[in-house]
């Protein structure tokens, strides 16, 4: 926390650079993800090469991009506040909170994925959500902040009322989906539940005992954004050709995969080195009618509100556009 409010405090006292400034744009840039298919668009872009081919086009030769993994949004925060990670894939309750804090220096550039999260339970004591106690351990990517965090406690405020939101964070623990998998196959530290995503999901389902409890679906009323792209409002203006040259190499990345899921699917395997999952495991996931990599943002703006009334952030936006870069969500119609 330190080390966050330090960083955010620096960044706050640096000017904004117009988008006209004389400062040589960057020759590197970090973008940073998690783990599953629902960050399929970032892998195309790195396997095609697609930033490196649209910066080139605006005459940035020589563009490297890294393209790194973290287990949870907190390193992502501390990465966009400082301007390390210059473009993030995270959860829609990781940008609205770097959103209110950084006073929209930080802010979504676009949706990228609208999926279902998936609260699976091995205790056969729990049947619904009301059943969850301390006899439960259910991995999320990050305690209180990731989106599947948010997601429980909007399903506590729900079914006990908005003063016991936090009701089920205590049967919290931070880990990755891919370790939050082992962790729930092996019982390891008593965990017996896990908040995942898709494939995730798929294999936990053929656990012993595996039964899934509610989707974010349910806890938003339909189709909800799961994550987004986020960056740096500073970074955006000191680097106007770098920023445009990702924004058009992810909206070919998005249509890459919607013109042929089966070839995307191929690639997924390869580059998530995943040898648990078939080709047409994968396909399957993806060509979902609940599945989809879109430009437009979904259930943002009441995530951000409830957000907003549980004091999580300061700032109540009234539009999602609020919290968003118009080069891509203008006209999208998000919510």
Request: glycine content about 6%.
């Amino acid at each position: 926390m330190k080390k966050t409010a330090w960083a955010l405090a620096l960044l706050l006292a640096l000017p904004l650079a117009s988008a006209s400034s004389s400062k040589a744009e960057v020759t590197e840039i970090t973008v940073a993800q998690q783990f599953g298919v629902a960050f399929l668009p970032l892998m195309v872009m790195e396997r095609n090469k697609l930033v490196e081919k649209y910066a080139e086009k605006s005459g940035l030769k020589g563009m490297k991009v890294n393209w790194a993994k973290v287990a949870g949004p907190a390193p992502m925060n501390d990465g966009l506040i400082s301007n390390t990670i210059h473009f993030a894939a995270q959860g829609a309750p990781s940008m609205i909170t770097l959103w209110d804090r950084t006073k929209g220096l930080v802010r979504g550039v676009s949706a990228m994925t609208t999926y279902p999260l998936y609260l699976v339970t091995r205790n056969p004591n729990v049947k619904t959500v009301r059943d969850l106690s301390a006899a439960d351990k259910i991995v999320v990517p990050s305690v209180k902040i990731s989106t599947q965090a948010i997601m429980l406690q909007m399903a506590a405020a729900k079914e006990f009322g908005q003063e016991n939101y936090t009701k089920f964070d205590p049967f919290t623990v931070s880990l990755s989906h891919p370790d939050g998998l082992l962790a729930i196959m092996n019982n390891t530290a008593g965990v017996n539940g896990h908040f995942t995503s898709s494939p995730f999901y798929e294999q936990e389902m053929k656990l012993s005992g595996a039964r899934l409890l509610l989707t974010n679906y349910d806890i938003l009323g339909g189709p909800a954004t799961a994550v987004v792209i986020t960056a740096n409002s500073k970074f955006a203006a000191d680097n106007p050709r770098s920023f445009k040259a990702f924004v058009d190499a992810f909206k070919e990345a998005i249509d890459i995969i919607n013109k042929d899921k089966r070839t995307a699917a191929q690639l997924y395997l390869e580059v998530a080195n995943d040898k648990r999952n078939s080709i047409d495991d994968i396909l399957a996931i993806i060509s979902d009618k609940d599945y989809i990599y879109t430009l437009r943002p979904q259930k943002v703006l009441a995530t951000a509100q409830f957000m907003a009334k549980i004091g999580s952030i300061k700032q109540t936006p009234k539009t999602v556009e609020e919290m968003f870069f118009p080069e891509v969500i203008k006209g999208l119609k998000g919510d």
